[in-house]
């Protein structure tokens, strides 16, 4: 049974930076993808950011782009979100997500749909 649990979010001032989590438990291999995407009220969630199992191909959201970096350690088995220069606008829930045997490609990394796995969420506030 494959397990995501986030950590890492929390209230932060505008400018501000955050470093969120994700560690997976119960299942590893060398060819998933892994994600963040995010959900603030009233809003459908939307990609974030999405790493290949090597950490050498990454994808961005143009809204986040040169404020986000996503890496991972794979001994740890921990996928990383570093969120600089927040905004009011950051404010969601982000969750973590896995697709364990995908291929990478930029369009397909940012579908929700190929995500078979998703960790509950962590919450991440940015005030004004």
């Known amino acids: 049974q494959v397990q995501l649990v986030e950590s890492g979010g929390g209230l932060v001032q505008a400018g501000g930076s955050l470093r969120l989590s994700c560690a997976a438990s119960?299942?590893?291999?060398?060819?998933?993808?892994m994600a963040w995407f995010r959900q603030a009220p009233g809003k459908e969630r939307e990609f974030v950011a999405a790493?290949?199992?090597?950490?050498?191909?990454?994808a961005y959201a143009e809204s986040v782009k040169g404020r986000v970096t996503i890496s991972r350690d794979n001994a740890k088995n921990t996928v990383y979100l570093q969120l600089n220069s927040l905004k009011p606008e950051d404010t969601a829930v982000y969750y973590c997500?896995?697709?364990?045997?995908?291929?990478?490609?930029?369009?397909?990394?940012?579908?929700?749909?190929?995500?078979?796995?998703w960790g509950q969420g962590t919450q991440v506030t940015v005030s004004s």
């Open positions: 997500a896995a697709d364990y045997g995908g291929v990478w490609s930029i369009p397909t990394a940012q579908a929700m749909g190929r995500y078979d796995y």
């Open positions: 119960g299942r590893t291999g060398s060819n998933d993808v």
């Open positions: 790493v290949s199992w090597s950490g050498s191909k990454t």
